[in-house]
Nanobody
Framework: QVQLVESGGGLVQAGDSLRLSCAAS????????MGWFRQAPGKEREFVAA????????YYADSVKGRFTISRDNAKNTIHLQMNNLKPEDTAVYYC?????????????????WGQGTQVTVSS
């Protein structure tokens, strides 16, 4: 059974930074792509970032490109999302997801396992 546990969310001011982490269970973490998605109140879930199995290829939504960085540590079964220059529109619940594939995807339908989410709130 795969478990994904997010951490690192919180309340910050515009312009601040946060680092989200996602710890995954399972022995084959290094063979799967991982992603971050978010959902704001009243809005649909949207793609934020993804990373392939090795960490050599990353994918970003246009809205976060240049501000967010996704990374992974396969030795620790963990991925991170470094979020800089946060904006009020980044406020959402952030979810970690695992895809049973080597490459990442922009579509949430391609990810089979999801965490419970961590709240990020950015005040203006």
């Amino acid at each position: 059974q795969v478990q994904l546990v997010e951490s690192g969310g919180g309340l910050v001011q515009a312009g601040d930074s946060l680092r989200l982490s996602c710890a995954a269970s399972g022995r084959t973490f290094s063979t799967y792509a991982m992603g971050w998605f978010r959902q704001a109140p009243g809005k649909e879930r949207e793609f934020v970032a993804a990373i392939n199995w090795s960490g050599g290829t990353t994918y970003y939504a246009d809205s976060v490109k240049g501000r967010f960085t996704i990374s992974r540590d396969n030795a620790k079964n963990t991925i991170h999302l470094q979020m800089n220059n946060l904006k009020p529109e980044d406020t959402a619940v952030y979810y970690c997801a695992r895809r049973t594939h080597l490459s990442g995807s922009y579509s949430g339908y391609d990810y089979e396992y999801w965490g419970q989410g961590t709240q990020v709130t950015v005040s203006s």
